[in-house]
């Protein structure tokens, strides 16, 4: 069993950036695909990026790509992502998980989760 723990959220005005960590207990996440996702009020779960065991490669949904990095540190078994430019519809629960699969796109494909962190950018 992978347990994690989002944290970094907060309330932010538009234009300011945000680092939220996912950290893992229970067992090492190194040989896990790692993703974010959000999910605003009424809507759906929404992928954000993932990145692979290694960190070599990346993946990002349209939405974030360019504003958002994901990042790993395998030796403190801990994930992040940058979000900076944030905007207004930014605001979310966002979520961390883990893979076995590479990208995971799809919520199905996350075995683990954590409990969310709460993003709210003002405008």
């Known amino acids: 069993q992978v347990q994690l723990v989002e944290s970094g959220g907060g309330l932010v005005q538009a234009g300011d950036s945000l680092t939220l960590s996912c950290a893992a207990s229970?067992?090492?996440?190194?040989?896990?695909?790692m993703g974010w996702f959000r999910q605003a009020p009424g809507k759906e779960r929404e992928f954000l990026a993932a990145?692979?065991?290694?960190?070599?490669?990346?993946y990002y949904a349209d939405s974030v790509k360019g504003r958002f990095t994901i990042s790993r540190n395998n030796a403190k078994n801990t994930a992040y992502l940058q979000m900076n430019s944030l905007k207004p519809e930014d605001t979310a629960v966002y979520y961390c998980?883990?893979?076995?699969?590479?990208?995971?796109?799809?919520?199905?494909?996350?075995?683990?989760w954590g409990q969310g962190t709460q993003v709210t950018v003002s405008s």
């Open positions: 998980a883990a893979s076995i699969r590479y990208p995971g796109r799809g919520v199905w494909d996350y075995v683990y």
């Open positions: 229970g067992r090492t996440i190194g040989s896990y695909t």
């Open positions: 990145i692979n065991w290694n960190g070599v490669n990346t």
